[in-house]
């Protein structure tokens, strides 16, 4: 072999010489020096190396060889310089591929963004590949890389030779569609959140975390079911029939104890259920029994005595004998329960209580209300019932959240007050059946924690509603109670509560009152005749006023006339005491005789409590 001899910037005492290293025996076996290449600090197994055998200093061919500038796909920005050792005062730097620390030896270095790359990160195998997952050819790096990744993993990596783009091998393999073992329908791998779907915050059904943008994740776009690639449990079970046909068996669900939900009439079912026993519910709903009073009176309206009433008809009778024009009128002369504030039309057969000359109604359940209440959610303290005196003051129920002027139970001590509506549903002991969620009973929260309600993404506080801990599912009680169908006078269907995947609808779903898109994530009510949707809480009827009763009459200083608690003024209405405060179509006081309007606040400041009430 002809001596080379190379003058190397890296070993500047002595010059490198060209030398072999395996040498072949009489037996012709092969002796091979063992030598370690100071650059890539990798095991020389070549026939020959630069060496310098003085200072034990070796170099592979390649390495001693390399360019001293390179440009780099890591780093377009500024090219890479060789340097012998690292630039740093510590005399050691890591790799920004590889991660690897404590490296003090071949550096390709960038001063200005101080960026290293070891040798073997630095000089890419030239063989390309191409995957589905980017849309340029690949090189796959020498070395494994602890890049950044949502898998924990340790792997050898791809690199785009045209832009950032860095992936470890593991991730590039991927399967495009896997079958998951939670869910009854293929799932496609994405690159990331699909443009389709990114209207409202996704998340994942195993790890109940959100789904990023840029996160890889399995998906099945009619279903709007998102998992990341991470939390992904692959079952290689045949595809069985759509989850929303499978009927699951839930044991303990013919148990007589078990309510089920929704209910049109859930408010009314449950204060009965911790009120009465159903023997006593069943005599009650006995017109001819003597036993229930003719009269009583209620300390929230002392005034006159209530009368004991037959029913009224229900909504859809009402609705059927009625012309498209006169169901408004026929929806306005429904009576209201003054200490629930839920309908008297229902589907039981329960009388109530009424004073004509008031307009003040009462369910016969709700007339036999205990005056004193231990809520299982807060233990601390009883729960008194209350009621406000004032006409125009509303209170905030703790559990839904909804300003009410209904009666209520409230706790003293720490001023917590709660609707009777959810008053009743936390009395609740034994399990939920809901359509909501067929897999398993439910049954009240275990913990005060804020918790994200399952139906419409609201936040549940404070313990109040149902859950299935099992599959992380949880339902307020303001959703838990929604009632099953609704009506709307511009659709001639009524609109059912449905519940996500809904996997034959995969279009967009747009609520009809408020033109906004719904959450497919949520529950809402839709007419399938129509395509109609609608929020749960954009109806009249179950909306923002659906815990006010209007209607009630207030008497103010300075005017003449009694004012009407209305839901809408007129249009061009104006508040008649804070500076001709504009109310169009808003909350307000009216005497319709005199176009009179007091907005609430005006109305609470000059209210005239009658001592009687």
């Known amino acids: 072999m002809e001596e080379k001899q190379l003058n190397h910037f890296s070993h500047e005492e002595h010059p490198l010489i060209l030398c072999e290293l395996q040498k072949e025996n009489d037996d012709g076996s092969t002796d091979q020096?063992?030598?370690?290449?100071?650059?890539?600090?990798?095991?020389?197994?070549d026939p020959a190396a630069y060496s310098c055998f003085r200072c034990d200093f070796f170099l592979h061919k390649r390495c001693a060889e390399l360019p001293r500038q390179i440009t780099h796909p890591m780093h377009f920005l500024h090219p890479l310089v060789l340097l012998g050792r690292p630039a740093?005062?510590?005399?050691?730097?890591?790799?920004?591929?590889?991660?690897?620390?404590?490296?003090?030896?071949?550096?390709?270095?960038?001063?200005?963004?101080?960026?290293?790359?070891?040798?073997?990160?630095?000089?890419?195998?030239?063989?390309?590949?191409?995957?589905?997952?980017?849309?340029?050819?690949?090189?796959?790096?020498?070395?494994?890389?602890?890049?950044?990744?949502?898998?924990?993993?340790?792997?050898?990596?791809?690199?785009?030779?045209?832009?950032?783009?860095?992936i470890h091998k593991k991730c590039a393999l991927l399967p495009t569609t896997v079958k998951h073992k939670d869910h009854n329908h293929p799932l496609l791998l994405a690159y990331s959140l699909p443009s389709d779907y990114r209207s409202f915050e996704q998340s994942c059904p195993v790890c109940r975390k959100r789904v990023h943008l840029s996160d890889w994740l399995y998906y099945c776009g009619p279903c709007r079911y998102f998992v990341h690639v991470t939390c992904v449990v692959i079952s290689h079970e045949d595809e069985g029939q759509p989850s929303e046909d499978?009927?699951?068996?839930?044991?303990?669900?013919?148990?007589?104890?078990?309510?089920?939900?929704?209910?049109?009439?859930?408010?009314?079912?449950?204060?009965?259920?911790?009120?009465?026993?159903?023997?006593?519910?069943?005599?009650?709903?006995?017109?001819?029994?003597?036993?229930?009073?003719?009269?009583?009176?209620?300390?929230?309206?002392?005034?006159?005595?209530?009368?004991?009433?037959?029913?009224?008809?229900?909504?859809?009778?009402?609705?059927s004998t009625t012309s498209d024009d006169d169901q408004e009128e026929a929806k306005a002369l429904l009576l209201v329960c003054d200490a629930c504030i839920e309908?008297?039309?229902?589907?039981?057969?329960?009388?109530?209580?009424?004073?004509?000359?008031?307009?003040?109604?009462?369910?016969?359940?709700?007339?036999?209300?205990?005056?004193?209440?231990?809520?299982?959610?807060h233990p601390q303290h009883p729960f008194y019932l209350m009621y406000n005196q004032s006409k125009v003051g509303l209170f905030t129920c703790k559990a839904c959240g909804w300003q009410t002027n209904a009666n209520f139970y409230k706790c003293e001590p720490c001023e917590l007050c709660i609707c009777i509506k959810c008053a009743s549903a936390s009395m609740i002991t034994s399990s939920v059946r809901h359509d909501g969620h067929k897999k398993h009973l439910l049954t009240q929260f275990q913990s005060s924690d804020h918790i994200h309600c399952t139906a419409c993404r609201d936040t549940c506080v404070g313990g109040f509603g149902f859950a299935c801990e099992d599959c992380h599912f949880y339902v307020c009680y303001d959703c838990a109670l929604l009632p099953p169908t609704t009506t709307q006078r511009w659709d001639k269907h009524p609109l059912l509560l449905i519940y996500p995947p809904y996997f034959e609808h995969p279009e967009v779903f747009y609520c009809v009152l408020c033109e906004k898109e719904i959450n497919p994530n949520c529950w809402?009510?839709?007419?399938?005749?129509?395509?109609?949707?609608?929020?749960?809480l954009s109806g009249p009827q179950i909306g923002r006023f659906r815990r006010v009763k209007f209607g009630r009459?207030?008497?103010?200083?300075?005017?003449?006339?009694?004012?009407?608690?209305?839901?809408?003024?007129?249009?061009?209405?104006?508040?008649?005491?804070?500076?001709?405060?504009?109310?169009?179509?808003?909350?307000?006081?009216?005497?319709?005789?005199?176009?009179?309007?007091?907005?609430?606040?005006?109305?609470?400041?000059?209210?005239?409590?009658?001592d009687e009430e």
């Open 33 to 45: 020096k063992s030598a370690v290449c100071y650059g890539c600090q990798e095991q020389i197994l």
């Open 553 to 610: 009459s207030l008497n103010v200083n300075n005017h003449s006339h009694p004012l009407t608690h209305v839901p809408e003024a007129k249009y061009k209405s104006f508040c008649g005491s804070c500076d001709n405060k504009r109310l169009d179509w808003e909350e307000a006081f009216e005497c319709d005789s005199c176009r009179f309007y007091l907005c609430p606040k005006c109305a609470r400041q000059r209210e005239l409590i009658d």
């Open 343 to 377: 309908p008297i039309c229902s589907s039981d057969d329960l009388q109530y209580y009424a004073c004509a000359e008031c307009g003040y109604f009462v369910h016969l359940t709700c007339s036999k209300l205990p005056p004193e209440l231990h809520i299982p959610q």
């Open 88 to 166: 740093y005062s510590s005399g050691c730097c890591s790799c920004n591929a590889c991660g690897q620390g404590h490296w003090k030896y071949f550096t390709y270095h960038c001063s200005l963004c101080e960026f290293d790359l070891d040798v073997s990160c630095a000089i890419l195998d030239q063989r390309e590949i191409k995957l589905d997952c980017h849309d340029h050819p690949l090189i796959q790096l020498k070395r494994p890389a602890t890049i950044y990744c949502n898998k924990d993993v340790k792997d050898s990596s791809y690199l785009c030779t045209i832009c950032p783009f860095w």
């Open 246 to 319: 499978i009927e699951y068996p839930i044991s303990g669900e013919q148990d007589q104890n078990v309510v089920k939900l929704p209910s049109s009439n859930a408010a009314q079912e449950l204060i009965a259920r911790f009120l009465l026993k159903k023997d006593e519910i069943s005599s009650s709903n006995d017109s001819g029994k003597s036993n229930i009073p003719k009269k009583i009176f209620m300390n929230s309206h002392r005034k006159h005595p209530l009368v004991l009433s037959e029913k009224v008809q229900k909504l859809d009778e009402i609705q």
């Open 524 to 536: 809402m009510y839709h007419c399938r005749e129509c395509d109609y949707s609608l929020h749960p």
